[in-house]
């Protein structure tokens, strides 16, 4: 009896084993085939197991999440600091918190040469130079037009040096330049400036010219912003610097300075361009109110001297037949100064005799 009782206790046993085994070399398989890792360090139990059939802690999370991969991928099953896809895309164990990935890459790449040609008669600018390094590699390249810093996810970074860059419209046009590496680090921004004018057939050359002298005599006609024709608004988000344009809806005339890329200053200068006839411009602030109580928007329109003022009953326009302004209207203001919240600026301009057709640019900025 004894010796058909230790028969069955050694079949037992090695069903036992056979079962895990089995189960193991399942989940193994799955683990390879989801990961590409069969052949390297982690294709072990070990990944799973300290002493089969005992788990480890990403082990334990794998069965206790119905054996799926993707939910415990987010996990941090070891505690070491990175999550279980990072170690395992790491090569490194998810289960053991004395193995994990080496240190991050946090040396960001610099920008060491960035320029265009001062001027062009093509809206597809050459860009001469664009040179970068960093510790391990640049692997992206990214220009564009505006100055909003961009993600590493971005889908408009390139892993070639562009050679050119196409404008939407002619006039004086800022490009701005970034780098990033493998590890997601993006550089400071580079910045380069280029006159666009586009040559004229001969036919419209005299046409254009004459009607230039009419109105502004000491400008090109390609140059000249027209009129305002009807009611045109325009958005868009901070900007560091102003960006000129005859083109209106391209413009971005109003800048707010160092907040717009995370600074602790406010600097707004106003730069519009040239237009063909005189035109009034009002530049009005609507701003959080730092009153207990008080109204949610302050609202201040801009005095021909400069200085906020609370709006009155008839608003008062800050330049009057002008055909232009480029102008800083306050600087190096620290934010802590200012009350918290989202802050409006509302930059409009209208004909003198038709005040009823206007362009309107709105931005705003926010103080944490």
């Known amino acids: 009896m004894k010796r058909l009782f230790s028969i069955f206790f050694v079949m037992t046993l090695l069903l036992t084993s056979y079962a895990i085994a089995h189960a193991d070399s399942g989940y193994m398989t799955s683990f390879n085939s989801r990961y590409g890792t069969a052949g390297t360090a ?3 139990c070990s990944v799973c197991h300290t002493t089969a059939p005992s788990c480890n802690s990403y082990g334990n999370a794998f069965k206790n999440n119905a054996n799926n991969y993707a939910t415990i991928e987010p996990l941090d099953s070891d505690g070491d600091g990175f999550t279980n896809i990072v170690e395992i895309n790491a090569r ?3 289960g053991n918190a004395d193995s994990k ?6 040396v960001v790449p ?3 040469a960035f320029n265009m040609p001062l001027t062009s008669t093509s809206l597809t600018v050459p860009i001469n130079k664009f040179t970068a390094t960093d510790n391990v590699k640049v692997t992206g390249y990214l220009v564009k037009t505006t100055s909003t810093k961009p993600l590493a996810t971005a889908t408009k970074w390139s892993a070639t040096k562009p050679a050119s860059y196409k404008f939407a419209v002619a006039g004086t046009k800022t490009l701005y ?3 990033k590496d493998a590890a997601g680090n993006i550089s400071a921004r580079r910045t380069d400036t280029v006159t666009i004018t586009l040559p004229l057939t001969a036919a419209s050359q005299s046409t254009t010219a004459t009607a230039a002298t009419k109105t502004h005599p000491s400008a090109k006609a390609v140059d000249l912003i027209p009129a305002p024709s009807g009611q045109q608004i325009f958005t868009y988000e901070p900007a560091d610097v102003s960006i000129a344009s005859i083109a209106p809806a391209s413009a971005r005339p109003v800048s707010v ?6 600074g602790d200053t406010l600097s707004i200068h106003v730069s519009i361009g040239q237009f063909a006839n005189t035109v009034n411009i009002y530049l009005t602030a609507y701003a959080p109110s730092d009153i207990s109580g008080g109204q949610p928007l302050d609202v201040l329109t801009l005095s021909s001297d400069n200085n906020f003022e609370p709006l009155s009953d008839k608003l008062v326009p ?4 002008v055909t232009g302004v480029d102008e800083t209207v306050v600087s190096d203001i620290p934010i802590s100064d200012l009350p918290s919240g989202t802050h409006m600026l509302v930059l409009t301009v209208t004909s003198p005799d038709n005040p009823d057709s206007y362009y309107q640019w709105v931005t705003y900025f926010t103080v944490q």
């Open 42 to 44: 982690i294709a072990t």
């Open 92 to 94: 490194t164990f998810p």
């Open 101 to 106: 990935p080496a240190a991050t890459d946090a």
């Open 110 to 112: 610099k920008i060491t």
């Open 177 to 179: 330049a970034w780098v």
């Open 257 to 262: 300075g160092p907040i717009a890329v995370g």
């Open 318 to 321: 800050w330049r009057t037949g």
